[in-house]
């Protein structure tokens, strides 16, 4: 599976080299709407990885290369690869986390694809997430339960039934390969109604568990509902293990994991005239380690960084970070090009980095001044902003990542390529990778590219950063970088694909 | 042999429902198990059910929370307190599921049944189960192990308890802020069983620990712990280390450390003594209620009276004062709220001049407050600023406002009033309350509210209760009955249950001349729901009218009910003739 990739050199830069593709689309097939890839993440050891698709599913993946061989030797061999030393990932399970819902007050389709996952605090080998769409928050549990068989009951004649599973509201309805959660539902005597004759019960004995098999169950805990008027860009857990925000486009909340029927709002954007609205909050995030900071991100271009001591409401933040354009530059475009679509903190929590729709930017929480990097993303594009905002491209919202380390950071664009960054003191590395199995190709060789333009020809004349046709239908929007190595897993609509260096 | 299979059926079908898929059936057997365990005996529960129950730990919530709550108060059904310690293992799996009600379930279970315990089987059973857990691999075992030092620690030999105290000061130190947060929680319970002499030195320095601790959740748990060590240390020891340690919670960086200040200030200033209240404790008290954040402020508010009491007149008048004439004109409602639903108690601290002078202009300010919530804590507390002040000075600024809040929009509020109404009543005296009130009394009983015409009603019968008949002959009775002919049926259907609210206050001779005839009318309303509402009015008469009226008035009446062509009516009357006839025989 390794060793496919070719090698890109740039000075100092990481040679990045194909690792894995989950649901890689065959040649002429049509991608499936519902199986859009529009989330990912990594848990916080990087043992796991979780995608969310536009159907309101959760995929699972675990990590297999690490883990005691003892175990898991069946899982690697059957997957035929020789053991490597960059991650390698198999899949575990996948449930349905939200279902299509309407509205009737309001009159409005909910849909059903997942916006963020969050991974929590793993207890018990259990694992935990959270997962959002539009409107509903949910907790989830995914946890090896065993399949008992039970025998030996006090009434019944010898049959066993296997127990405690109620698979209906996790098993998908998809046509995808997954593994069924519950196994056969065999019901068990109801003794209610059981007119058998009952002879010779003499003494009472348990019942006795004979088999041991497991089965990956996952379960909702909890469902936040109720608390947003507005979609739900963006959810965070903080670091005291108790609370998360969720955020939309002008209010941010604050929950306790434990309690779903309230929440409190720390932040609220929203102007007494509607007509007034100028501003949306775009993307929110916890500090990684301060439990009362937090940072979120404005269609302004703009990220704020509040401190939840100084009040109960935070409409005053504390500190602004914000670039002023040039004066003189301004265009129609202005606006629209500056709003953040995603922020993310850096692991010690002292950088944040931003990404609106032409750069990538890196901020110092100490200093709101400006950024303190700068990284030109889209720069080429700037000449066709005018067919980008025809076809409602210029509102693509581009998430980003920071390596573990702190040293790179990445973000996606069109045509499936996504650009790494160093952004170490120095660095000028800065690699553009396209989502295949050969994600280097292009700079390698520039063979002219047939452009898949689905009923849509008006994206003919441009080209990508190499150059290249541009094709802004397939965008590269979600990607996540490995909590502690180098390994990029990225969603090319929907495909799943994994890098290493 | 089928003595012996009746009695076992039962119980053989609970025992397999333990297992069934139905989560009821489960739940069932296991709020049953005493009645398995007792069928069982006590040696197969030790040996059989409770193994069985530590094996299959793996199901639902509700089925473990059970579990954990019956397996408290297991100890007569394995063999008394000798084999106590058979149940600990099941408790301690439950201890470490992740779900926190279940948790705090089996700990509420293992101290109960820990408390019971002999003192060398603590040793042999529970000190190794709380030290397992405090071990434990996930944050939910140590999470529960902090609730259980209290038990563990009295019982240990001395090796043991230096070992029990380093264990909780490194819980103390738990990466994992959930299980700071329980030992927080749960320090001043284990404070109690320590000696004096660690609790000086190795608790103090826990204590410390969490105080610094840079989680506010873990900060603010500390802030408890303040009192309650406070209440176990030697007063010049509290001095010493509690009272820095509340001044600086009282000036912390974050606004929920400083509102559990204000909502505990009281507490801390018990703990403290009275003359380090009145040197520092006075003047965090007024920072906090002029602190910057409402949430602050509400809770501050709230202590006001509370906190006055512990200090003398004229700290109160110099410190608190200002404050709470600040606190009137707050810029939250809710502020001012907290405060109106308090400030009534400060009267009998400051006295009648002060009083008059100082608090009379607030209670009026807060009278006439634009918030609804503020004016009724106002008079919902009004007896108490009656005793020192007299009503004469309040009454004329009390009326507008009870007037407004009687028409208030919301009929939520104009509820709250009504309920105030009896006890407005009984402090000002009938004759004031002829003038005004009574006709707001009889408005309400055509309110376009249901709830407000139902407490309407109800008011008038306490009214009546606190006046007696004959005021009531005068003042409410005519008024009532008038009512009887609205042409809503729903304003008669009112005047009905005010009727029977008032019968049993009015006695026999009123209900018999003045209520029963107007009863017997509406026997004859067009309106079925009028009718069936007469035969159930009638049913609640049983107990007052003399039987000769009950022959002569009641019966014709219902006998004619029980023909009528609804259904509803025919239930009813029969069921009213049915009482009847169930008294006659009685009697």
């Known amino acids: 599976m390794d060793g496919e990739g070719d090698v890109a050199m740039t000075p100092e830069g990481l040679e990045w080299k194909f690792s894995q593709v989950f649901g890689e689309r065959a040649a002429g097939e049509e991608v499936q709407e519902v199986d859009i890839i529009t989330a990912i993440e990594f848990d916080k050891t990087g043992d796991h990885l979780a995608t969310g698709d536009r159907g309101g599913r959760v995929v699972l993946f675990e990590r297999t290369d690490r883990i005691d061989e003892g175990v898991h030797r069946g899982v690697v061999e059957a997957m035929d690869c020789s053991s490597s030393q960059h991650p390698e990932f198999h899949y575990k399970t996948e449930f349905q986390s939200h279902e299509p819902e309407f509205d009737y007050l309001k009159s409005l389709e909910i849909e059903e694809k997942i916006n963020k996952i969050r991974w929590c605090q793993t207890s018990n080998n259990a694992m935990f997430l959270l997962s959002t769409n539009d409107k509903t928050i949910k907790f989830w549990k995914v946890q090896e339960k065993k399949v008992k068989k039970m025998c030996n009951f006090n009434l019944d004649p010898p049959k066993s039934t296997i127990n405690g599973f109620i698979s209906s509201s996790n098993v998908p309805a998809s046509s995808k390969t997954f593994v069924t959660n519950g196994g056969c539902i065999d019901n068990p005597l109801n003794f209610r109604s059981n007119s058998l004759p009952f002879r010779g019960i003499t003494s009472l004995h348990l019942p006795t568990v004979t088999s041991h098999e497991t089965s990956l169950l996952a379960k909702c805990r909890r469902t936040y509902a109720h608390a947003h008027d507005y979609h739900i860009n963006s959810i965070s ?38 007509e007034d609205l100028t501003e949306v909050i775009t993307s929110a995030e916890f500090h990684p380690s301060h439990c009362n900071m937090l940072a979120y991100s404005s269609s302004k271009g703009s990220v704020r960084l509040i401190d939840l001591r100084q009040s109960a409401l935070c409409d005053t933040h504390s500190k602004l970070f914000e670039e002023h354009e040039a004066p003189g530059s301004k265009s129609f475009f202005t606006d ?43 720069e080429h594009l700037r000449p066709k902003l005018c067919d980008l905002y025809e076809n409602d491209a210029i ?42 199995k050969n994600p280097t190709r292009r700079q390698v060789q520039t063979p002219p590219r047939f452009l898949r333009s689905p009923g849509n020809s008006s994206h003919g004349g441009l080209d990508d950063i190499n150059g290249n046709g541009f094709d802004s239908t397939t965008k590269l929007l979600h990607l996540a970088w490995h909590p502690s190595e180098n390994s990029i897993a990225c969603a090319a609509s929907n495909s799943l694909y994994m890098y290493y260096a | ?266 507490e801390l200033c018990e703990a403290v003594g009275p003359e380090p209240t009145k040197t520092d404790l006075v003047p965090a008290y007024v920072r906090l209620l002029r602190d910057n954040e409402a949430e602050v402020r509400i809770a501050a508010a709230g202590k006001v009276t ?31 709220s907290a405060l109106a639903s308090v400030i009534m108690g400060m009267a009998p601290v400051l006295g009648k001049d002060a009083t008059i002078e100082q608090l009379l202009p607030i209670f009026l300010s807060l009278l006439k407050d634009e918030f609804p919530d503020v004016r ?24 507008p406002a009870i007037v407004e809040l009687a028409e208030d929009r919301h009929w939520r509020v104009r509820l709250a009033i009504i309920e105030y109404i009896p006890l407005l009543a009984s402090q000002l005296g009938v004759g004031f309350f002829d003038d005004k009130l009574g006709a707001l009394c009889m408005q309400w009983l055509q309110d376009k509210v249901y709830s407000i015409r139902e407490a309407a009603a109800n008011n008038l019968k306490r009214l009546a209760e606190e006046f007696g008949p004959d005021w009531a002959m005068q003042h409410i009775i005519p008024q009532v009955l008038e009512m009887a002919n609205n042409p809503h049926y729903l304003y008669r259907m009112t005047i009905l249950g005010a009727i029977s609210l008032l019968a049993p206050v009015m006695g026999l001779e009123i209900t018999c001349s003045k209520l029963l005839p107007v009863v017997v009318t509406l026997a004859k309303d067009r309106v079925a729901n009028i009718r069936f509402n007469v035969a159930k009015v009638l049913q609640s008469f049983i107990p007052i009218v003399e039987q000769s009226v009950m022959e002569k008035t009641v019966r014709p009446c219902l006998v004619e009910l029980v023909e009528d062509p609804d259904v509803d009516v025919r239930f009813f009357s029969k069921q009213a003739l049915d009482a009847i006839d169930q008294v006659m025989m009685t009697s």
Not at chain 1, 406 to 423: D, I, K, N, P, W
């Open chain 2, 306 to 336: 509370k906190f006055s009491r512990i200090l003398s007149p004229e700290l109160a008048l110099q410190h608190i004062l200002p404050c709470v004439k600040e606190l009137s004109s707050d810029s939250s409602q809710h502020v001012r």
């Open chain 1, 237 to 274: 857990n903080n670091s005291d293990g108790e609370t998360f925000i969720s955020a939309d486009d002008l209010r941010i909340n604050l929950w306790n994991l434990e309690i779903s029927s309230q929440s409190f709002n720390i932040v609220d954007m929203k102007p007494a005239n509607m």
């Open chain 1, 395 to 436: 509102f693509d919202k581009f998430e980003c990542c920071l390596s573990g380390d702190g040293e790179r950071v990445a973000t996606g664009s069109y045509s499936h390529l996504f650009r790494v960054f160093g952004c170490s003191e120095g660095s000028t590395e800065a690699t553009t990778l396209e989502a295949t």
């Open chain 2, 1 to 266: 042999m089928s003595m012996v299979d009746e009695p076992l059926y039962p119980i053989a079908v609970l025992i397999d429902e333990l297992k069934n898929d139905d989560i009821q059936l489960r739940l069932n057997s296991i709020r049953k198990l005493s009645t398995i365990a007792r069928a069982l005996g006590e040696e197969r529960t030790r040996k059989e059910l409770i193994p069985f129950l530590s094996e299959n730990n793996d199901d639902d919530d509700e089925v473990l929370l059970a579990m954990a709550e019956e397996l408290g108060v297991f100890i007569p059904y394995v063999g008394g307190l000798e084999h106590a310690h058979v149940l600990l293992p099941p408790l301690e799996t439950l201890c470490t599921v992740e779900e926190t009600c279940v948790r705090d379930k089996a700990v509420e279970s293992l101290c109960r049944i820990g408390s019971q315990m002999r003192e060398t089987d603590l040793v042999d059973w529970f000190i190794p189960l709380v030290k397992r857990l405090a071990a434990g691999e996930w944050f939910t075992a140590r999470v529960s192990a902090c609730g259980l030092f209290h038990i563990a620690y009295p019982s240990a030999p001395e090796m043991l308890k230096t070992e029990l105290r380093t264990i909780y000061s490194q819980l103390c130190q738990d990466d994992m802020p959930m299980v700071r947060r329980s030992a927080s929680t749960n320090l001043g319970k284990f404070a109690a069983t320590v000696e004096p002499s660690y609790l000086k030195t190795d608790v103090m320095q826990i204590f410390e620990d969490l105080t610094q601790d840079d989680q506010d959740s873990v900060r603010l748990l500390a802030v408890e712990g303040c009192a309650a060590l406070g209440k176990l240390l030697e007063p010049q020891d509290c001095i010493a280390h509690i009272l820095p340690v509340i001044v600086i919670f009282s000036q912390d960086k974050s606004w929920r450390v400083r509102y559990m200040v204000a909502n505990q200030l009281y």
């Open chain 1, 336 to 378: 629209i090009i500056s709003s953040i679509s995603d922020i993310k903190f850096a692991k010690g929590g002292r950088y944040i980095l931003s990404r609106d729709y032409m750069t990538l930017k890196m901020w110092d929480i100490n200093m709101d001044s400006g950024p303190v990097a700068t990284f030109q993303v889209h």
């Open chain 2, 376 to 399: 009724l804590n106002i008079i919902s507390k009004l007896d108490q600023v009656n005793q020192v002040i007299g009503i004469d000075l309040l009454s004329q600024s009390l009326l």
